[in-house]
């Protein structure tokens, strides 16, 4: 049916013609609706989903980021919200019957609380209706709440974790941030973010330091989380490396981060991290899949597009001033949490 109706994409996001769009509309919500969950293919995918685990068991990156989770993690066991270490993780999959995935399907599954869009060359009446007649009268059997996301100031800890016979070893740290998109230095830490690790490819402090200066990682930087509700945020630095290397990429951030806070950023800097990051986020709005998945987000908090015109106006009116105080003001590194993963023998090899 999808290459019949000429469906590109899965159940919740695709993309189609024109003369197809009702039909497949009506084609996802029968999907949708009437989820006939073969025991095979649940079977199947229970099974792949544990090799895929299992695979991840000695991989750095993925022993450094469940290390974090759950370091952060302050939501009770069985919270949808919680983190789980990798044999918790396994043994729910194996627990779960498909008795149970069916039983959520009846009660939780509904376009009650629901937002769709849709954008590109389309007939609006006619979608309007088939909308209606593909989801009007779905309602879900559970009233919606909103899930709150929590802020705790956590106490930074530094592991190292060891992955043995891995060529490569991976760096991860982090801090809390009590920030959201609407706080007045939203913007100013965008902006500071790009310049220290946020920028694409090697365009950024931390890689020009990594790799083009030190030569110790070929892939690495820095991000800035901020929720759109909550006051909830994240600071967060990553890095592969050898491990031989580890140590070395270790204090080179660490340097990079303190000449950050201490001598500030540069004008030269703030003009090529305002043209990137503009430009960056005038390429996300370029495409009808784009859109449509903004225009969802849009709903949900509803916004419109003027409020991504105004952070723009925001970044491009931003002086150097603003985005070194606000990093300064946010960014502590005494309170990033790091966690580092790979061959501990190959690291002590190199330290002897």
């Given at each position: 049916?999808f290459?019949k ?11 189609t ?11 996802m919500?029968h ?10 293919e ?7 989903s ?11 990156g993925s ?9 952060f993690?302050?939501?009770p066991?069985?919270?949808i919200?919680?983190a ?7 043994a ?14 009846q ?10 869009s ?14 209606a007649t ?11 709440t ?35 998109d ?13 310049i220290?690790g ?5 365009n ?9 200066k ?6 690495g ?5 901020a ?22 990429l ?13 001598d500030?950023?540069s ?12 430009q ?6 370029s ?8 225009w969802?987000?849009?709903?949900y908090?509803?916004?419109?597009w003027?409020w991504?015109q ?17 990093f300064r003001?946010?960014?502590t ?14 690291m ?5």
């Amino acid at each position: 049916e999808f290459s019949k109706l000429k469906i590109s994409g899965g159940v919740y996001n695709f993309q189609t013609t024109r003369t197809n769009l009702t039909a497949a509309l009506a084609l996802m919500a029968h999907i949708l609706r009437d989820a006939s969950y073969p025991e095979s293919e649940f079977v199947q995918l229970r099974e792949k989903s544990l090799v895929g685990l299992e695979a991840s068991r000695n991989e750095p990156g993925s022993v450094a980021g469940t290390a974090m989770a759950l370091h952060f993690d302050r939501y009770p066991k069985g919270d949808i919200r919680a983190a789980e270490s990798l044999d918790d993780s396994i043994a729910s999959i194996r627990a779960v019957k498909l008795a149970e995935i069916k039983a959520f399907h009846q009660q939780f599954y509904g376009a009650s609380k629901a937002e769709l869009s849709i954008v590109g060359d389309l007939d609006v009446t006619s979608t309007q209706q088939a909308v209606a007649t593909a989801f009007g009268d779905w309602a879900s059997r559970s009233a919606y709440t909103r899930l709150q996301s929590q802020y705790d100031e956590i106490a930074a800890v530094r592991q190292i974790l060891n992955t043995p016979d891995k060529e490569n070893a991976y760096y991860s740290s982090m801090m809390k941030l009590a920030l959201n998109d609407q706080h007045p230095d939203y913007a100013a830490l965008q902006v500071a973010n790009y310049i220290f690790g946020g920028g694409s490819g090697l365009n950024s402090r931390l890689m020009e330091r990594l790799r083009q200066k030190d030569g110790l990682s070929y892939g690495g930087g820095s991000g800035l989380n901020a929720g759109s509700i909550d006051a909830v945020g994240s600071f967060s630095i990553s890095a592969i490396a050898a491990p031989q290397n580890l140590a070395k990429l270790e204090t080179a951030i660490q340097e990079e981060l303190a000449r950050a806070l201490k001598d500030g950023f540069s004008a030269k800097e703030l003009a090529r991290a305002k043209s990137g990051l503009l430009q960056q986020r005038q390429q996300g709005r370029s495409s009808d899949a784009s859109l449509a998945g903004g225009w969802n987000s849009n709903l949900y908090l509803q916004r419109t597009w003027a409020w991504s015109q105004a952070l723009d106006d925001k970044i491009a009116a931003l002086s150097l001033e603003q985005v070194n105080l606000a990093f300064r003001r946010h960014i502590t590194p005494a309170k990033l949490s790091v966690f580092m993963a790979g061959d501990v023998a190959k690291m002590q090899a190199v330290a002897k």
